[in-house]
């Protein structure tokens, strides 16, 4: 017989999460390991491009990101310059522009997944596999029942 949840029982773990994700600085080490420069969301830029596996528009970067658009073409200046991205035109419509990597930035973005995916890989390196789908699969159907019930109210 299982227990109901208790979300009141969660909310300390999930703070516990939150504050082991800042204090160990888990994005900036990985950022400094794989010698990118970049502020977080100029990461996030090259890592939703990365995660899309095609080039997309600005208001679909910032879609993905869940932020204005304006906020992603503020970054891009900076990602263009270092040659991390470019703007292309988009063959569906000539007078629009999609966004893609640049190898440069493709690699950058690779290098810092890689080290990332490393650090939780070792944290579940001792769980069974059937632990490591069930994880898997609840933390995503919490995050996507989550976002959607915030978005409802």
Known sequence: MSEALDPAALLPQLMQL?????????????MEQVGLPL??????????????GRPLRVGEIAARMQ??????????HDLESA?????????DDQRARLV???????AAAGR?????????????ADWSEEDKTTFGRLLSRFVDDLRA????E
Not at 18 to 30: D, P, Q
Not at 67 to 76: A, E, I, K, N, Y
Not at 83 to 91: I, M, Q, T, Y
Not at 100 to 106: I, K, P, V, Y
């Open 67 to 76: 932020v204005v658009g304006p906020h992603v073409t503020r970054h891009l």
């Open 100 to 106: 893609e990597l640049t190898d440069a930035g493709g």
């Open 83 to 91: 040659d991390l991205v470019r703007r292309v035109v988009d063959p």
């Open 149 to 152: 019930h915030a978005g409802a």
């Open 112 to 124: 810092y997944l890689e080290a990332v995916l490393g650090w939780f890989t070792g944290a579940v």
């Open 18 to 30: 939150g504050t082991v994700l800042n204090r160990s600085r888990l994005v900036e080490r990985a």
């Open 39 to 52: 502020d977080r969301p100029g990461l996030t830029v090259l890592i939703t491009l990365r995660m899309a």
